[in-house]
């Protein structure tokens, strides 16, 4: 008897995530330039575009009134509030990403990644890490997007979530775009360990 056409196994999701200024845009930039491929969730957020921000492709920029409306339908996977502004990721995209047994990739903030893995055990968490705290103030100054007094509150909260690494499976340290961008992608390719059998 001719048996069903099987759907593929659910893919595994990847975080990434890391203080302000790291440079998780670049790394992950840097692999979809390699890998254009690889899909990466555009988020939603209240904060303004900067310049040369396109909206749908960087964020999908939304009012107070539309974040709520997400929330209140159960839209978003994980949101969080992070220096004056909501972030979230709208959870239908993924979900259809993950069921085609293709990874996704989310770039979230230390709340967003919580929540990911109380709510998905085998998703994988990946910590971006400066290569020194100097380096990394040197990189939110240099970057020229927030004035003085939003980079210390950036760099207040990027304490916190310095002290919050070892709650990621990985840690990758961004001290060159190229090395940490493969360092990435080997991540994404990497079978679960549900799905090996392997222990945690
Ligand atoms: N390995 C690196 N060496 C030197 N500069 C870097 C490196 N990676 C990123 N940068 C620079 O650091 C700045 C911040 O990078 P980026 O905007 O990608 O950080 P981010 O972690 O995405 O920040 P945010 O969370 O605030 O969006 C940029 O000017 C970028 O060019
Ligand atoms: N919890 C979530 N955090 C998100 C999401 N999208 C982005 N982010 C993080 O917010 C901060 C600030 O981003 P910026 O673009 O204003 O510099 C940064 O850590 C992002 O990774 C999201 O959907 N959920």
Redesign the pocket.
Known sequence: MPTAPRSPAPARLTVLS??????????VAEVRRRYPEVWVSVSVTTRRARAGEVDGVHYHFVDDAEFDRLVAEDGLLEWAEYAGNRYGTPAAPVRERLATGAPALLEIELQGARQVRARDAGAQLVF?APPSWAELKS??A??GSEPPAVQER?LAIAQAELDAAGEFDVVVV????AR?ADELVSLLAAPSSETTGASE
Not at 174 to 177: A, E, F, L, P
């Open positions: 890391g203080p302000s200024g790291v440079g998780k845009g670049t790394v971006l990189r939110l240099g970057r950036r961004n001290d060159d775009v940490a």
